[in-house]
């Protein structure tokens, strides 16, 4: 069976973005595929080096996890600061990792303008441990949103030059996931690109219905169209493509059809989508409050995950070290 592996780092709740980006692949492929997921806790610390309460932020994705609908028996998920093998092949991979292409890479150009006092190494090589993270399971496939993209090309690429340089068919170049067949970026209710925590833009999934309302009935519009067919701004193309998430596409078709008209009333649209959002997150808003306050499941789901991942790492560790030319220990 292919093998599917992905992660979140904890770094806030779980928004709209995770959700559609990753977390519903994570849902839909857990039982067609052999699925893992984790919390990249380690990857946190690359902007938040001195976490307030790291545990109680990995227990909130995992309740997040839990309640959107992965189930541990189908996909273990375990806390990737449990596996330490992931450290070791972490190593490996910077050894044949370039200072030029990590340089290169958006996010970290990005980080370097957002947070210009803390260019830590592990920022740079962020797309290494992401590599080891997923090629320690060797992955088929990795259900990840667009801005992922570039650090699947980084593991792809790494995956390839470890093969070159021992000589060795071994490690697979895993493939993005995407559940729409395309690449999917969850724009921001701010009308702004993308929906993400240091945004300030993001509904999330523990948002209770008032703020769910109030948020969406918030979202950033125009004053709407001027002519007939009339090609869309960027804030309007992307209230459009948040509609299609949330209430489908035939209810985006609608309204796409009384824009062209110039008969669309934004407010009629934002109830729609504010209803189907809450239809959405009511049920999980109320298993997150369940799962988030059973502290003995939690970690008992924690460590039955972290046993599955460290017999397939320690697998993985010892095959590697062999080709490499270390001694067996
Ligand atoms: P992050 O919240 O940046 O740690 O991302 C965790 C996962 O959610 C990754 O797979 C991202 O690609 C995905 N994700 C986060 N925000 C978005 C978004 N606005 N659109 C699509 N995917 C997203
Ligand atoms: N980089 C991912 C993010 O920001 C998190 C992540 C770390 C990840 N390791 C991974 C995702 C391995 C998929 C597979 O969201």
Redesign the pocket.
Known sequence: MERV?????PTGNLHLG?YFG?VKSFVKMQDEYDCMF?I?DW?SLTTHPTPENIRSSVKTILSEYLACGIDPEKAPIYV?SDVKQVLELYLYLNMNAYLGELERVTSFKEKVRKQPDNVNAGLLT?PC??AA??LMHK?DK????K??EQ?MEM?RLFARRFNRIYNVEYFKEPASFYFADKAVKVPGLDGTGKMGKSEGNCLYLCDDEKTVTKKIMRAVTDQGPTQLNQEKPEVIQNLFTLCELLSGKEAADYYNDLYNRMEIRYGDMKKQMAADANTLLAPIRERILAYSSDDALLEKIMRQGAEAAAERAEKTIEEVREIIGFRKI
């Open positions: 592996i992905s992660g979140i780092r995770n990753a984790f990249a990857h990737q962020y441990l992401m993270d997923i992955a990795v259900p990840v949103g801005d992922q650090n593991a």
